[in-house]
């Protein structure tokens, strides 16, 4: 049987650093892009390339023909179950052998939560080997939705209020996906992955003003005045309305929980926020 690992979503987050952490082991991963015009750097990065777009189910079925596990990234968008769907039941008709998701930190109530529990129980009802991972908010959302004002008006803009969120750095969430992609024993298990330690919205705030050297600061604003961002950034009202839920899952604490799982997998230590601000200090210069 062929040994083909399919990295989904890899020019993502999560994606990107499974591909560098595959490749750095030895493993010429399969990588799916919706457009050829990224592969050639992924092709450089010593990835073979192969277009898929999961809004078009003939290309999730090339890209999967041969494959024997996948990691699969769903995209955030409103359909995000459909188009998951798609991929598991092409994947069964595949006889792919194992899937690794990226979900995320179960919470009691709401949408992401639920949509991840949906996919997974897809996962599970198709038969095929599963290893969930369900990680915390990440650290690179950081660079990711917040550097612009970071570097604008040295501040950040949520409604988490003071709740503490245990953040977790998307490189340590990529070293778990490859331990489950290419050792044995993660089978049928799911992993809450989270950093080391549970923090405030002002917490980060001030070990990233110690790191760069000047004063940045959270700014806890109205849920409507998020609301009218993210509107104001052309995101679907779904999307918007996710988001806002789990900005209230922050405040009311619910996502301060610490898991060991980093370090149980991996043997090494979360990476740590600060550790996180230091790698990444350029992008908010
Ligand atoms: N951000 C967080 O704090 C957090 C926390 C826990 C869980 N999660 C979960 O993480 C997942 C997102 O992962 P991420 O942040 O690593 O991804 P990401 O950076 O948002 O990138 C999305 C990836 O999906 C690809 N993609 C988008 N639409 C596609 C389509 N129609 N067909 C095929 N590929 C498509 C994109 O490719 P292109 O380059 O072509 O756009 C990109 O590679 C979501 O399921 C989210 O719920 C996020």
Redesign the pocket.
Known sequence: MSNTILV????????SQVVQQLVASGIMPRV????MN?AESLKKAGAEPVE????RPETVQSALTGVEKVFL?????PN?VE?TAILIETAKRANVQQIVK????AQPGIA?SKW?SEMENAITSSGISFTFLR????M??FV?AMAETIKSDKAFYLNAGDGKVSFVD?RDIASVAVAALITSGHEGQSYTITGAEALSHAESASILSQVLGRTINYVDVPEDVVRQGMQGAGMPEPTVNALLELYASYKAGQAATVSPVVEQVTGKQPISFEQFAKDYAEVWQ
């Open positions: 989904t979503g890899a020019t993502g987050n999560v994606g799916a892009v919706r457009s990224k898929m777009d999961l809004e990234v769903s995209p955030f968008v995000m188009l990226l979900s995320a930190l992401l991840h990680p915390n908010g990440f690179q959302n990711n998307t």
